[in-house]
């Protein structure tokens, strides 16, 4: 999984030269945050316990929050290795594309649903901040590096990666 924050795009790298590309709603000013972790673990329908941080800043959040439909953790939750971060869905679909969250990759319930189903634990996620471009070290040899700008779209959702030069 590659999430370019600048965009507020998540692509699954499927290989070949191709991902699926979902829009997704990034961390607001001041929660930003890059780097790569790992799939840890998955949750459907997940409760969350608002952070003593988040609390402090809003004081009407509950302590825990079952999982449902009015859960702001909405259908589906992928979490980040031991980081507070992860993948999840939304019961504001509205901040999809913007820089909304404190610092969590939020994505409509549809499409963490999807991703939810194609992942395993152990995925790669790596968060490029700002434009940057992905490093060859930020790979092992087995995965498949995204080379650039997208340049031909197959079907909704399915991009390839490469160079406009070679669309020829």
């Known amino acids: ?12 790298v499927l290989g070949n030269g191709r991902a699926v590309m979902y829009r997704v709603a990034t961390a607001k000013k001041g929660f930003e945050w890059k780097g790569t972790h790992k799939v ?3 949750a459907k329908w997940p409760s969350w316990s608002p952070p003593a ?12 929050m079952a ?3 009015k859960n702001p953790l909405g259908a589906r939750a992928i979490y980040l290795g031991s980081s507070i ?9 509205e ?3 913007k820089a909304a969250s404190s610092g969590c990759i939020r994505m409509i319930n ?10 395993p ?40 990666f490469g160079s406009l030069e070679d669309e020829g």
């Open 95 to 97: 901040s999809i594309g």
């Open 85 to 93: 971060y992860r993948i999840h869905g939304t019961n504001a679909p």
């Open 1 to 12: 999984i590659v999430i370019r924050t600048k965009e507020n795009r998540l692509y699954y």
């Open 40 to 42: 840890s673990s998955k």
């Open 121 to 160: 634990t152990g995925t790669r996620v790596i968060v490029l901040q700002n434009g940057a471009e992905l490093e060859g070290d930020q790979f092992d040899e087995e995965d498949e590096k995204p080379r650039g700008r997208r340049r031909k779209r197959r079907k909704p959702g399915f991009f390839l």
């Open 110 to 119: 549809a499409d963490v649903a999807d991703l939810y189903e194609r992942v």
């Open 67 to 69: 999982g449902g439909p």
């Open 53 to 64: 941080e988040m609390r402090e800043r809003h004081p009407e959040l509950p302590v825990y």
